[in-house]
């Protein structure tokens, strides 16, 4: 069974770090793009980054620069490096993943989900 679980959430201040974790099971990260998704209360669902097998990389324009994907194969983990965090980043965090497509950005686009993970920023 294939199964995504997100952890590393939490509450930090404006201008803050946090590391968001993307653990894979029942199958290797290693040949499907991995995408990270957030959502906040009475917003739809929005592509912040996402990974291919390939190793390419894609982020929204909000957080280009402050985000970044990795992948960690022999721990089967994608990674959300979160830097200077912003108000607006608050939201919760899921990862998905799919084998092929395009627009890395479209939720329905991905088969797999996790359960998601709260980031909150707030002094």
């Known amino acids: 069974q294939l199964q995504l679980v997100e952890s590393g959430g939490g509450l930090v201040q404006p201008g803050g770090s946090l590391r968001l974790s993307c653990t894979a099971s029942g199958f290797s990260v290693n040949y499907y793009t991995i995408g990270w998704f957030r959502q906040a209360p009475g917003k739809e669902r929005e592509g912040v980054s996402c990974?291919?097998?390939?190793?390419?990389?894609n982020y929204a324009d909000s957080v280009k620069g402050r985000f970044t994907i990795s992948r960690d194969s022999a721990n089967n983990t994608v990674y959300l490096q979160m830097s200077s965090l912003k108000l607006e980043d608050a939201a919760v965090y899921y990862c998905a993943a799919r084998r092929y497509g395009s627009n890395w950005y479209i939720p329905s686009s991905y088969r797999y989900w996790g359960q998601g993970t709260q980031v909150t920023v707030s002094s």
């Open positions: 990974i291919s097998s390939g190793g390419n990389t």
